[in-house]
């Protein structure tokens, strides 16, 4: 089978490559699924696990991408709750070969249903961005109605989704990013923004909750908006600014199924909308996923018609 693997850790615009690579096979509990899109996160350059093992030994040319839609094509041994043919989207585990593949092999408990009027390649784009903005305002940054919220990188591929969510909610949002991102991020729902360029982050005022995707000088001048109480939700790190009276958490996103359907649901009714911003084949996946490539937003592969 034809995937994207990585080969050089130190040049990420040069170190990935098409090869071809044996199909895989399930293990216990497993599924092997046949890929119909991709997602990719360009932080899987940083991530430890894409270059090592568990154990700590290097990882030889690992297929990259780990969030996905298809069609499950085989069951390993002991699986239960999924069967052949049917429609599941989700994320990979991190240390194993990923999703940019024809085919691969995910634990069970990883993967939802994708609803028949959900495309795939809208599927592949909405569990890592979607679950790690349901994670932050919900579990970890305990978002409640009535609060307000900064979403930092509001038009972005998470951010759209903290924007339209904590929006639903019942939140005050304000969003932030460059000047460009202004009215994408009001139409996803923000009741302000502020450019970060040109404009000062102490004028936004007291918020209950940040939720953080640079980390940085923007993470310090955002900790100390924090009212009393309030939660630092970072998605870029360990946490180096704290709040004076509030709590500050670091988080790796989970695959939780039951929270996967919560946001298909919303795709579905069109409470919630993706951000694509580049859409290439398989084919065309190395060019795509260049950084000079990329354009704001999700990156995602097209690998059947």
């Not at 040319?61 to 429609?87: D, K, M, N």
């Not at 310090?220 to 709590?247: F, M, N, Y």
């Amino acid at each position: 089978m034809k995937a994207i693997v990585a080969t050089d850790r130190s040049a990420e615009a040069a170190g990935i490559t098409l090869i071809d690579v044996p199909e895989p096979a399930p293990a216990i509990n497993d599924v092997v699924v046949e890929v119909h899109a991709s997602g990719f996160v360009p932080a899987e350059w940083e991530w430890s696990s894409t270059w090592v093992d568990r154990s700590g030994k290097a990882r030889a040319q690992p297929i990259i991408g780990h969030e996905f839609a298809g069609v499950v094509t085989a069951l390993g041994y002991g699986t239960t709750g999924l069967s052949v043919g049917q429609r599941v989207f989700g994320i990979t585990d991190w240390h194993r070969d990923g999703t940019l593949a024809e085919y691969a092999a995910v634990e069970s408990r990883n993967l939802a249903p994708l609803p028949g009027d959900v495309a795939f390649t809208v599927g592949a784009g909405l569990p890592i961005s979607g679950l790690t903005a349901w994670q932050g305002l919900f579990p970890h940054g305990r978002l409640q109605p009535g609060q307000t919220i900064l979403a930092h990188g509001a038009a972005g591929a998470v951010g759209a989704f903290v924007t339209q969510l904590a929006r639903e909610f019942g939140a005050y949002v304000i969003g932030t990013g460059r000047g460009k991102d202004r009215q994408s991020a009001l139409d996803l729902g923000a009741h302000e923004f502020l450019d970060l360029d040109t404009e000062d982050l102490a004028d936004v005022g007291g918020v209950d909750v940040v939720f953080d995707v640079i980390g940085g000088e923007v993470q310090e001048k955002s900790a100390r908006l924090i009212r009393p109480g309030g939660t630092l939700v970072s998605v870029v790190g360990p946490v180096e600014a704290r709040p004076v009276d509030g709590r500050a958490i670091d988080f790796v996103v989970e695959s939780i199924p039951e929270q996967l359907t919560q946001i298909a649901r919303r795709v579905r009714d069109g409470r919630l909308r993706p951000h694509i911003g580049t859409l290439a084949s398989l084919d065309d996946a190395v060019t795509a996923l260049h950084p000079a490539t990329r354009r704001h937003g999700k990156t995602v592969i097209r690998l059947r018609a």
